[in-house]
């Protein structure tokens, strides 16, 4: 970078593109703005400016470049792909760390992690956050929203088998579902759970791979817990409850789909589920 173009980005001050750092200190910060730039249109960070485009400078030493760059992969996902150089001004070291926009989309989407990434064999994205840059400042945003769809991106499909199910008044004591994958990519390790605060699940199965557009496959359930009597207390709610697979892509994402489970009377007494 030449004198001329580093004064002109000062005295532009921070804009979409550029974010200035008093010091390495605030490398946290730093990093969810590169995430922002990728997710955007790029950008550069400047260490050792102030936010009114003052020049203070950062100690750089030998491992300086190296930690930087260490600490982008292990709390960015993907790991980003930066530039860094050092540039003198007037006697003061600037660091700049440069990302360019995802273009063409290799993940859609870029994440900030608050803990360390690696060595860890899964993502969870729990602990993530996406950032797209606005103006001069880095908004949160939902990753799933902001990422266009990708190639490895599976869709896990739950219907009800309803003709195979000896219900309760309230909850199935038992029922069958198909789960296939709408794809494009495969589903991996997907697992089964009923999402409610009283009834646990027994059967179906997990930690199966399923790649795009076999046959349907069918999955048994039962509960371990018995439905309320509605003659003993005729004014119980039905309570809701979600029928949840939870499967990832090739990438490490973790997916759910969920089928909500609504139990309805029938004109014979007994409880269906649409």
Known sequence: MTREEFEKILAEKECET??????????????????AFTNTGGGRVFFGVKNDGEVVGVDIGNNTLENLANNIKRYTYPSLVSYTEDFDYDGKKVLIAEVPRDVPPLMGVYLYCSRELYPQPEVNTSNMQAYRRVGRTNQKVDFMNLRAPQPFDPNVILSLDGAGCTMGMFFPKQFSAYVRNAGPGTAFNISFRVKHTIYKLEGGFRGIDLPVNEPPRRIE????????????????????AHLVATYGDEKGFKWESVRELVPQSSDSGKTDFC
């Open 18 to 35: 550029v974010e200035f750092k008093t010091s390495l200190a605030e490398e946290e910060e730093a990093i969810q703005s590169m995430i």
């Open 221 to 240: 359930f039962a509960t371990t817990t018995d439905s309320p009597d509605p003659d003993k207390d005729p004014g119980q709610q039905i309570p809701p």
